[in-house]
């Protein structure tokens, strides 16, 4: 859990792990996603129900359900911005 008050650098933090991440070539396991649109944009990221795509069967049969399998396989660390909101 990251908390506190607005401007104590949450987001900075944020963009340091995804940075960090990025230059170590393991983007993809970061996930960003927040529950609201514009919060997601700040991390780098989506809502969490675009990004998850929720009401899809995860069926490895189906089409959309196994590119969120593959776009989730290696995801370590799942950063959701906004808890509180």
């Known amino acids: 859990y990251l908390g ?3 401007g104590t650098g ?3 933090v944020i963009a340091a ?3 960090f991440a990025t230059l170590w070539g393991r983007r993809n396991t970061i996930e960003t996603m927040s529950f609201m649109g514009l919060a997601g944009l700040m991390i780098d990221g989506d809502t969490i129900h675009s990004y998850r795509s929720l009401k899809i069967d ?3 049969s189906s089409e ?3 590119a969120v399998k593959m776009k989730i396989q290696n995801v370590y660390l799942s ?3 906004e808890v509180s909101m």
Do not use: M, Q, W
């Open 4 to 6: 506190g008050e607005a």
């Open 10 to 12: 949450k987001s900075a």
């Open 17 to 19: 792990l995804l940075t």
């Open 58 to 60: 995860l069926n490895a």
């Open 64 to 66: 959309i359900g196994h």
């Open 79 to 81: 950063i959701i911005d």
